[in-house]
């Protein structure tokens, strides 16, 4: 059985920085594509970025409003994925998701953990 | 990219039919087959129901079909039951390397 278990949300100030962990079991995680999805508590889904797997070459790629503040990375060795946050505003309060991806197809999703970003 | 264009609310009684539109642009739904429909029930995670517009995933009920037209796609949940009460979302990949969702549809199971 999948299995995705996210960590490391919590309060942080406006311009902090935060690091998301997703822990992943019940599949081969070296060989999956991975997501990470948010949503403002009350609203709706917004795709944050995704890393394809190492070996169809690794690469990152972000929605416009984290694109150069957040850096997807991944530790096969830890069947874990990563969301480093930077720079971090208001506007990023939410849950995050870890996801597998299938062809832009978000398969598997954890339960989420919650960032919040106020002073 | 706009988020992609959904009801507020759908409601139905038990065994009857509903369906939920989603309205993108040619940008996205309107260009592509990668159209993916999600289930979220209060406190939970999302749920893949409906991927590629019309194929679903191993587990998912019959009851729940995928179509598109155009710039428009469609999510129709047959034969409703009051577990199919919670919230759905549309997806869409929307080009380079982008993917934009819909607003969420609440369906009240009456």
């Known amino acids: 059985e999948v299995r995705l278990v996210e960590s490391g949300g919590g309060l942080v100030k406006p311009g902090g920085s935060l690091r998301l962990s997703c822990a992943a079991s019940?599949?081969?995680?070296?060989?999956?594509?991975m997501s990470w999805v948010r949503q403002v508590p009350g609203k709706g889904l917004e795709w944050v970025g995704h890393?394809?797997?190492?070996?169809?070459?690794?690469?990152?790629d972000y929605a416009a409003p984290v694109k150069g503040r957040f850096t997807i990375s991944r530790d096969d060795s830890k069947n874990t994925l990563y969301l480093q946050m930077n720079s971090l505003k208001s506007e990023d309060t939410a849950v995050y998701y870890c996801?597998?991806?299938?062809?832009?197809?978000?398969?598997?999703w954890g339960q989420g953990t919650l960032v919040t970003v106020s002073s | 990219q706009s988020a992609l264009t959904q009801p507020a609310s759908v409601s139905g009684s038990p065994g009857q039919s509903i369906t939920i539109s989603c309205t993108g642009t040619t940008s996205d739904i309107g260009s592509y087959t990668l159209v993916s429909w999600y289930q979220q029930h209060p406190g939970k995670g999302p749920k893949l129901m409906i991927f590629?517009?019309?194929k679903r995933p191993s587990g998912i009920s019959n009851r729940f079909s995928g179509s598109k037209s155009g710039n428009t796609a469609s999510l129709t949940i047959s034969g409703l039951q009051a577990e199919d009460e919670a919230d759905y979302y549309c997806c869409s990949y929307a080009g380079s390397s982008a993917v934009v969702f819909g607003g969420g549809t609440k369906l009240t199971v009456l």
């Open positions: 996801t597998t991806e299938d062809n832009w197809n978000y398969d598997s």
């Open positions: 590629d517009v019309n």
């Open positions: 890393i394809e797997s190492k070996t169809d070459g690794g690469t990152t």
């Open positions: 019940g599949f081969t995680f070296s060989n999956a594509w």
